[in-house]
């Protein structure tokens, strides 16, 4: 008789994608995660000219090819004055298959896995796919993840915790203190520090720094999907240090074998070739974000101002998602993200002003009718 593996059953489809389902189609979308800028012209480029050269027709390194690696190792000493050897790369399919391998290399069965609530649903989720406990950690009032919280967390049957700044889906960054505690902790005892920095780019206010900076025991997870809007390329990557590469690798090599050669090439161009578009997109989703805060705060409406990414995470009534949806915009309610994320909503900005504007007039109504 056939049956099932518990590890699959123990998850669901993404309670995002519920949300999806339950709007009408042509209803605003502030639901997805996803920039709404093309891939920059060189990327494009990068990956035609690769085909049309035949570089493209055959397996690349199960790392990835030289020319991404290298164009990575350059673009995290450009960014975080970091220096990574090509060789403690692997380029992946988008950041999540990183963040699997990170997973599936360090969880034994049973061990925890420290990661923020409310947090990006994939971590829950490998969690279970890698046949770990899940134990997540409250956020601060701010929606930052406090450092000591992840410390009292900490139990000799921990295997990771995970970091995410700018944060999915609270829009929050971690200051340069709370990431040199982070690697502390990591390793005075001993765990690893798994950083996903996926929207690194996206800074509005304070810094980025990655916590590999200050310590060993840390593996960093990126990707070009949110900084180059190159989503569907499906290309990031993960890198640490010489024997958790090694062990990642063998997952990797049996579930991937490589990344899409055609993305990688497109993911080098866009690393090596003109940033000015990043910066473009940054500003962009500044001034959405602050379109959206002053529409928030004029609904009553109390939010955690986002310094990075492109969400923002309100406090909201009873009732406030499904009137939203009601009146034609998609959002997500809070607890998707998890039990914490009870009394939020997410919304993404990754829409134009106007759009966005319109949007608002909708949650001005919801908020009216659940008030």
Known sequence: ????????????????????????DDAINLGLGQPDF?????????????????HV?????????????????????????????????????????????????????GEEVIFPDPGFVAYDALTKLAGGTQKPVALRDD???????????????????VVNSPANPTGTVQSPEDMR???RIADEHDVLCLSDEVYEQIVFEGEHRSPMEFGENVA???????????????????????????????????????ASAPAQYAAEAALSGPQDVVTEMRDSFNERRDVLLDGLADMGLETPTPQGA?????????????????????????EAFGEHGAGHARISYAVDVETLKEALDAMRAATERVS
């Open 310 to 334: 492109f969400y923002a995470m309100p406090r909201v009534p009873e009732g406030w998602v499904d009137a939203v949806i009601d009146e034609g915009v998609v959002v997500v309610p809070g």
């Open 143 to 161: 929606l930052t993840l406090d450092p000591a919280a992840v410390e009292e967390a900490i139990t000799d049957d921990t295997a990771v915790f």
């Open 181 to 183: 505690e982070f690697a």
């Open 57 to 109: 027709d055959a397996y690349t390194s199960n790392k990835g090819t030289i020319g991404l690696r290298e164009a990575i190792a350059e673009k995290h000493a450009r960014d975080n004055d970091l220096d990574v050897d090509p060789n403690d790369i692997i380029a992946t399919a988008g950041g999540s298959e990183a963040l699997h391998l990170a997973m599936e290399a360090h969880v034994n069965e």
């Open 1 to 24: 008789m056939s049956h099932f593996s518990d590890r699959v059953e123990a998850i669901s489809i993404s309670g995002i994608r519920e949300v999806f389902e339950a709007a009408s």
């Open 38 to 54: 093309p891939t920059p012209a060189h990327a494009r480029r990068g990956a035609i000219e690769a085909i049309e050269a035949g």
């Open 220 to 258: 960093v997870v990126n990707a070009c999907s949110k900084t180059y809007s190159m989503t569907g390329w499906r290309l990031g990557w993960v890198t640490s240090t010489t024997d958790r590469i090694e062990r990642m690798l063998r997952v990797h090599q049996y579930v991937q074998a490589c």
